[in-house]
């Protein structure tokens, strides 16, 4: 089964604001959260990944934050661009054993940027 | 560079014929993964490899089938076996220790005619 959720499979934006992407997680064993963006017909792309034992990690324009007691994830996008417009992922890797790692993927939130 | 290449980019099947996809990364990477994307969701795992000569089965490993010969390839075949077999392949690999990303190919779109 899929443990790893998105609470809103769209959002649209007007350019300027900030965004906010959730995700929920069912998989209590995991430690390691990655997001990413996909474009349209691409491979996705790697934009910020927190660990269990952080809450809170921004990068350039994004932050991720990481709520362990309520499994959830959300990725914050700071004044939003026509560019952040793609779908986005978040990601768990759960720890299969022997030292093999399976990067377990939601379905998503497509951002639709305003102009 | 350094990266993940799959190719073809695009390709076409007949329906009863098995088809090969390439995934070749110069990472360095010791795990190597397959995903499968149908439209509107997210990605499902196929098939893994942590090693040369070792591969496990993912969510959905029924009609496909991979072989790990070299640390730098692991190409999938999606055979006949396979339903549905219309959708969008993805690559990625990622140091095996984990609590890393995982970097990916550009994907490969698997229609079959």
């Known amino acids: 089964g899929e443990s790893v959720g998105l609470h809103l499979p769209t959002l649209s934006v007007q350019e300027g604001d900030n965004s906010i992407i959730n995700c929920a997680y069912s998989?209590?064993?995991?430690?390691?959260f990655i997001w990413y963006k996909q474009e349209s017909g691409k491979g996705p792309q790697f934009i910020i990944d927190i660990r269990s034992n952080m809450d809170k990690r921004q990068g350039q324009r994004v932050t991720v934050l990481l709520n362990k007691t309520v499994k959830h994830l959300s990725l914050q996008i700071a004044a939003t661009q026509p560019g952040d417009s793609a779908v986005y992922f978040c990601?768990?890797?759960?720890?299969?054993?022997?030292?093999?790692?399976?990067?377990?993927f939601g379905k998503g939130t497509k951002l639709s940027v305003i102009p | 560079d350094g990266g993940i290449t799959q190719s073809p980019k695009y390709l076409f099947r007949k329906e009863g014929q098995n088809v090969t996809l390439s995934c070749e990364q110069n990472l360095n990477h010791d795990a190597m993964y397959w995903y499968r994307q149908d439209p509107g969701q997210g990605l499902r795992l196929i098939y893994y490899s942590q090693i040369v000569n070792d591969f496990q089965k993912g969510d959905i490993a029924e009609g496909y089938s991979v072989s790990r010969e070299k640390k730098e390839s692991f190409p999938l075949t999606v055979t006949s076996a396979q339903k549905n077999p219309t959708a969008f392949y993805l690559c990625?690999?990622?140091?095996?220790?984990?609590?890393?990303?995982?970097?990916f190919g550009q994907g490969t779109r698997l229609t079959v005619v």
């Open positions: 998989n209590s064993a995991s430690d390691y």
């Open positions: 990601a768990e890797n759960i720890n299969s054993g022997a030292g093999s790692y399976q990067l377990t």
């Open positions: 990625a690999s990622m140091i095996r220790q984990g609590n890393t990303e995982a970097f």
